[in-house]
């Protein structure tokens, strides 16, 4: 199972008090130096954390891949092209959610998706579309020809009981066995933490998970380096569950 470390809220923590740090290219060696498999960052339409220049810096001082997730607003598109990220995440975004709320909807958006998602991919740039996992946001993804899905897994982590929790994770299995059956690349991530992402492992459709609030959270109390250590440990558990 690879991870994919989001490192946006080391940038919201360096906002609240408008300092220049903790900096979030540092975050990002030390979870590369750790062993995760790519960085995330997250370049928000009112640049609420990560800045350009935090992107910027992150692509040229880490050797794994970044993934710029984005929304398709013209600036920010205008940016990935710029920036040439390994891969670009398409989010939907309001502008005043504290975080992501759901996933895009590809049946009602699908022509200017599609126009974003051809221009990311002509100059390069793997795509991947950040979905709810519902069948036909699977088949769109699949006829929009982005090479991989991430499943929004926000009800699963909301969800208070076990019960709630299996339920949302069958429609995530459900979905992720659609995908990868469709030949796309199957990952999964939103408000995962070091408890419920033990039940996610059991979907052996997924191949990566992407998590930022949990690791950083953790990160305040022992470091970037053990916080990113500990949750590969619980991704490499799956093969000996």
Not at 204 to 229: D, P, T, W, Y
């Amino acid at each position: 199972m690879k991870l994919g470390v989001n490192v946006d809220h080391t940038a919201t923590l360096r906002q609240a008090r408008g300092t220049s740090y903790p900096d979030p290219a540092v975050a990002a060696l030390l979870a590369e130096y750790s062993g995760c498999n790519s960085i995330v960052v997250h370049v928000r339409e009112d640049r609420r954390h990560i800045k350009e220049r935090d992107a910027v810096l992150i692509k040229q001082l880490i050797k794994i891949p970044l993934n710029l997730e984005m929304s398709i607003n013209k600036s920010i598109v205008e940016f990935a092209f710029r920036l040439r990220p390994v891969q670009a995440t398409l989010v939907p975004e309001r502008r005043r959610e504290l975080t992501t709320e759901g996933g895009l909807d590809l049946v009602k958006g699908y022509k200017r998706i599609s126009s974003v998602v051809e221009g990311l991919r002509r100059v390069g740039i793997k795509v991947s579309l950040f979905i709810d996992p519902l069948g036909n946001q699977v088949k769109a993804a699949k006829k929009l020809g982005v090479q991989a899905v991430e499943f929004n897994t926000g009800k699963f982590s909301l969800a208070k009981t076990s019960l709630s929790q299996d339920k949302e994770l069958s429609k995530v299995k459900k979905a992720a066995v659609l995908a990868k059956d469709s030949g796309l690349f199957v990952a999964a991530g939103h408000g995962l933490d070091y408890e419920n992402v033990k039940k996610v492992l059991s979907v052996k459709e997924i191949s990566e998970l992407n998590i930022g609030h949990s690791i950083v959270s953790r990160a305040v109390f022992v470091g970037i380096a053990s916080a990113v250590g500990e949750m590969i440990s619980l991704l490499g558990s799956r093969s000996r569950a």
